[in-house]
């Protein structure tokens, strides 16, 4: 004699475990449209509102659209008018500001390009625009890259940061003279300094940034560790005379435009900067520029350009129209948002075939075996 099937009272076929899969089933599709709402952690990058205004305020520094006033508040500045085009870059807005700047400081390309370190920022802008490096204003830039180190850039670890720079980013070989030169500013903590001043963040942090592009080279490498380490041990722990208070930053001269810089060496470097991106974005003005002191209460063009560079998440190795552009999600793309929706939608949609199939065989259990 042949047993009958075993059944359970929930109904026909529906047994226990088939009862608790189909519950399980629709608990678990259940959860998907909570897990679907949960957005992954911010990265580096402060948020486009803040990069935005940055580049608003700044761009309506230039004067005429086209460049930016020097330290003396009179003289149009070409460096100044180089880190803030860079800036707006960066930021991917005020396009025909950019353009004016690009083709101003081409225009004075052959007064300001006197030495390797001149030649170091107007390469990388050229660069970052896609201008032609080999006649910028008439200047063969890489050719002034080239050039023997002069008086001005030998011990100047600033210059010689942005030389290296200029030239990874140029196609250019470095040479080891350049190299040694830049190492030979570092002290034994990590620090990079002008020798009649002592070590400076600023530097220190521009230096860090250039020796990570040359990963091939242990020394460059050993250098470069020992820098990011040392900004990472000097932020302001405690108080003092250029930390009025404690937070993820660095107590200079311009604590938000040394931020700027820092952020972009310790992101190359692959260290964590939330910390740091939401320290400087809390140094914003009202009008959308950041000031070169805490507590002055008013924007500084300077400081403005470095900071907005280092909260747009890009740097100096890199900033450039193309990265900007293709970064940015194209027109017809609904982006990361409208895809969460959809999943969302189609979440919540099964679950709710989910709760229909276990209603369903509840109703069964309900009524019994039919004949």
């Known amino acids: 004699m042949t047993a009958a099937p075993r059944t359970s009272k929930e109904g026909p076929g529906m047994t226990l475990r088939t009862k608790a899969a189909a519950v399980a089933l629709a608990a678990g599709l259940l959860m998907a449209p909570m897990a679907a ?28 659209g086209q460049y930016l006033i020097g330290f003396d508040g009179v003289t149009p500045d070409p460096t100044y008018t180089i880190d803030g085009t860079l800036a707006l870059v960066s930021a991917s807005t005020q396009a025909e500001t950019v353009d004016s700047a690009v083709a101003w400081v081409t225009s004075q390309a052959a007064g300001f390009v006197t030495n390797p370190a001149s030649a170091a920022r107007a390469a990388i802008l050229a660069d970052a625009v896609g201008a032609d490096v080999l006649n910028f204003g008439g200047v063969d830039l890489v050719a002034q890259l080239q050039a023997p180190l002069d008086e001005s850039t030998f011990a100047n670890p600033y210059g010689l940061a942005m030389l290296v720079i200029a030239l990874e980013r140029t196609d250019t070989a470095v040479p080891q003279s350049v190299l040694d030169a830049l190492l030979a500013t570092q002290d034994a903590q990590g620090a990079f300094g002008f020798p009649e001043f002592g070590v400076d963040i600023d530097s220190t942090a521009l230096a860090a940034l250039a020796l990570g592009l040359l990963k091939d080279n242990e020394q460059a490498s050993q250098a470069n560790q020992k820098a990011v380490d040392w900004l990472v041990a000097n932020q302001c722990t405690q108080t003092s005379q250029m930390c009025p208070t404690t937070g993820a930053y660095w107590g200079s001269y311009s604590p938000a435009n040394t ?113």
Do not use: C, M
């Open 259 to 371: 931020a700027g810089l820092a952020i972009q060496a310790l992101r190359q470097a692959g260290v964590d900067v939330s910390a740091q991106v939401d320290w400087l974005v809390g140094q914003q003005q009202p009008d959308g520029g950041f000031p070169a002191a805490i507590g002055a209460g008013y924007s500084d063009a300077y400081a403005t350009a470095q900071a907005t560079l280092g909260l747009s998440g890009a740097d100096l190795t890199n900033v450039s129209k193309t990265t900007v552009d293709a970064s940015a999600p194209p027109a017809s793309d609904p982006g990361p948002a409208a895809g969460n929706q959809t999943g969302l939608i189609v979440a919540v949609a099964v679950g709710v075939v989910a709760i229909g199939v276990v209603v369903y065989y509840l109703r069964v259990r309900r009524r019994g075996p039919q004949a």
């Open 37 to 64: 709402i949960v957005t992954p952690a911010a990265s580096y990058g402060a948020p486009d509102e803040a990069v935005t205004r940055a580049a608003d305020w700044l761009g309506q520094q230039f004067t005429d």
